[in-house]
């Protein structure tokens, strides 16, 4: 009974760490109080408190994938827990300048990089059968805290645009759960598992899945912390709406994220081309049909397709990788995603110069649903030589 027990509270508490690793995404319902409370100050150097932190993220996911044997998942979650709340809470209190603001949220972005071997540790933490299942699961609860904090963050933007970040408080309860109750896979570590091999990434469908998972987060990104700009400028509603709006992307994630393992039975190898299919059709509807609610359903789409994809791909990876390279495999599919979600200012910006829509946020909706749309019709054409893996657990 004791070990049953400890247990549920290791599973409670790996969801937990999935919840908090994905309450970053309030910060997009505060970018135009921001831009509006600094002025001075311009809307791109604003939008790096969005981006920032994913491009801090990526050494350190690196090099916490690199030394997992030294550092072990149990202290890299304490670490991430301990960051990402003190660079989330920070700004509250100390805001004389936004370079304060921007080292914060650096803070931030170092707990998210240790936060990237949260599939790792899933992978690691339950048998084959079971892995599609809890990274569904996880995915969910990730969406999950976007989902509650979200259009709370918009509603205490109406307060002042420092309000939103106390929500990172919740981070202190985590914190002493992870320590009380995270256990450490039982798992054997040699030498390879620690090493950075190039031929663990020189893998064609590895590198397939990597740009995928980048693609997503760079083209798809926009639409969150575009959103609240968008619903004002267009004078469509409030902060608060435009937080609830960014809120339905995260819940069509947290109700896919449940169904993942079924979805990927039904569909198999069209599983991939289905969720690109759904970004596709989301963004169009988010950007040419100006109704709150048709916008709504168009964002709740794109979290559809968004977690079908990034939650196969991973299941996925597990599929091809080897006990020596799967966390390595595993944390780098999160680095590209990172990665992805930083470029994603520039993705605006550039689209913005080639396609004239408007504004910046318009033009990167329409560039993103051209991209996902040409990734819809490739992963459909080379579905069998991408998708086509046969899974460990039926080995």
């Known amino acids: 009974m004791k070990k049953s027990i400890s247990f549920y509270l290791n599973i409670s508490t790996i969801c937990l760490l999935c919840f908090i690793s994905g309450s970053n995404g309030l910060v997009n319902s505060t970018i135009q109080a921001c831009i509006e409370a600094f002025p001075h100050i311009s809307p791109s150097t604003i939008r790096l408190t969005t981006t920032l932190p994913s491009l801090i993220s990526l050494p350190v996911m690196i090099f916490a994938s690199h030394h997992i044997s030294k550092i072990g998942f149990r202290k890299s979650m304490i670490l991430a827990t301990l960051f990402l709340t ?14 304060i603001v921007l080292f914060f949220r650096c803070l931030t972005g170092i707990g998210i990089g240790f936060y990237g071997l949260r599939n790792a540790l899933i992978l690691s933490s339950f048998q084959d059968h079971l892995q599609a299942k809890f990274i569904g699961i996880g995915n969910a609860m990730n969406s999950l805290a976007s989902v ?3 259009p709370i963050a918009g509603m205490l933007c109406a307060i002042s645009w420092k309000q939103p970040f106390l929500l990172f408080g919740i ?29 663990d990434i020189l893998d064609i469908r590895f590198l397939a899945y990597s740009l995928f998972y980048f693609l997503g987060c760079m083209v798809l990104y926009p639409i969150l912390s575009g959103m609240s700009s968008f619903i004002v400028l267009k004078n469509l509603g409030s902060l608060a709406i435009a937080g609830t709006l960014i809120s339905c992307h ?29 970004i596709t059709i989301g963004q169009l509807l988010a950007l040419y049909v100006r109704n709150v609610i048709v916008i709504g359903i168009g964002t709740a789409l794109t979290g559809v397709g968004f977690f079908i994809m990034i939650s196969t791909i991973t299941v996925y990876t597990g599929a091809i990788s080897t ?14 995603m990172q990665f992805g979600m930083f470029l994603s200012s520039y ?13 910046d946020v318009e033009s990167s909706w329409l560039a993103s649903a051209l991209v996902c749309g040409i990734c819809t019709v490739l992963t459909f054409i080379f579905k069998k030589q991408l998708f086509d893996v046969k899974k460990r657990s039926s080995n």
């Open 86 to 99: 003190i660079g989330g809470v920070g700004p509250y209190f100390l805001n004389s300048s936004w370079s």
């Open 148 to 150: 509650i904090l979200t």
């Open 171 to 199: 981070g202190i309860l985590i914190f002493i759960l992870t320590i009380l109750c995270l256990q450490e896979p039982e798992i054997v570590y040699d030498e390879q598992s620690s090493q950075f091999n190039i031929k």
């Open 250 to 278: 995260n819940i069509g994630g947290f109700i896919t994220g449940f169904f993942t393992d079924t979805i990927e039975t039904k569909f198999k190898i069209t599983t991939i081309p289905l969720a690109f299919l759904l």
């Open 323 to 336: 006990d020596s390279n799967k966390t390595l495999r595993s944390t780098l599919l999160l680095v590209f």
């Open 347 to 359: 993705f605006m910006e550039y689209s913005h110069v080639i396609l004239k829509l408007p504004t």
